[in-house]
């Protein structure tokens, strides 16, 4: 007899495997994404920071009777 086709064993041994596959690129593309969100967290938390710093040298020069050229 000549058959065709996979048995059970076989499906369920290679969705075994691609759920394997799958959850090892979830975690690490998670782990990624936390650590992405993180650093652009942080990265706009200094940027406001030295904005917040220019802004009161900028009046701090202004008060002072200087004039002051702004190129922003």
Same mark, same amino acid.
């Given at each position: 007899?000549?058959?065709?086709?996979?048995?059970?064993?076989?499906?369920?041994?290679?969705?075994?495997?691609?759920?394997?596959?799958?959850?090892?690129?979830? !975690?690490?593309?998670?782990?990624?994404?936390?650590?992405?969100?993180?650093?652009?967290?942080?990265?706009?938390? !200094?940027?406001?920071? !030295?904005?917040?710093?220019?802004?009161?040298?900028?009046?701090?020069?202004?008060?002072?009777?200087?004039?002051?050229?702004?190129?922003?």
């Amino acid at each position: 007899m000549n058959r065709k086709g996979f048995t059970l064993i076989e499906l369920m041994v290679a969705v075994a495997c691609s759920a394997i596959l799958v959850a090892s690129v979830w !975690q690490c593309f998670s782990l990624f994404h936390g650590t992405f969100v993180r650093l652009v967290s942080d990265y706009g938390t !200094q940027f406001e920071i !030295q904005m917040d710093d220019i802004r009161k040298v900028m009046k701090n020069a202004r008060g002072l009777g200087g004039r002051l050229e702004s190129r922003f």
